[in-house]
């Protein structure tokens, strides 16, 4: 016996019902993504690394959200899902495109590569948006041709919004009242999961890895 997330061994993945792939689902991704950022939060200096965590969100739940591979498409995938997230204000196109652009290769790209956030990304809990956006002004007054100067994320805020974000998903999943958004996500389960293949531990199987082999 394994577990396949926190709280469901391999027993819950075999034959499972759609029920069965949901309630998997929720435990990995609040047990092992969110629930861990919400513990960084609270702890000394963890703040950074909460971010950092929680960016892995977006270009996962478009994965699921859109039923596609995010191969060769990481930054699309990422733009997508952070927009089910905070949605885009048509009139600041421009500067979400390029507060988004800045998030992926600053604050995730970053994260991931570097061990670091780069330059433009910046943390305070002083205003009470997740995310904030300077630009460049002439005379007071921003500049419409400009670029980002820099993203203030508040780290409470932004994981907040993703919490929330995903419960909603969740509630609509189990409802099953929106039949592309179960398709999808069965889509990506089915490129994902592996569900059809046999059980394997790190690369072997169940008996090889409890005897030594």
Known sequence: ?????PN????????PSYVDIVDVFEDRMRNWLLAPTTQLLGSPNGAV???ALAMSYFEGIEIYGSGKDSKNRSK??????FQRVFGVDP????VYDEMVDALYVQAR???AHDGLFRNRVFFSTVRPQALNATWPRKNGLFIKGG???SVIINPVRFCEAIDIHFTK???ALRAEDDAKLKANFLAAIELKWALNEPGRIVGMSEEEFHHGA
Not at 1 to 5: G, P, Q, R, T
Not at 8 to 15: A, I, N, P, R
Not at 91 to 94: K, N, S, T
């Open 109 to 111: 790209c970053g994260f």
């Open 8 to 15: 469901y061994t391999h027993e819950k993945l075999e034959s």
């Open 76 to 81: 699309e995938f990422f733009r997508r899902g």
């Open 91 to 94: 009139l600041g196109a421009h």
């Open 49 to 51: 690394a909460a971010v």
């Open 1 to 5: 016996m394994h577990f396949v997330s």
């Open 147 to 149: 670029h980002l100067e």
């Open 169 to 171: 998903y969740v509630t």
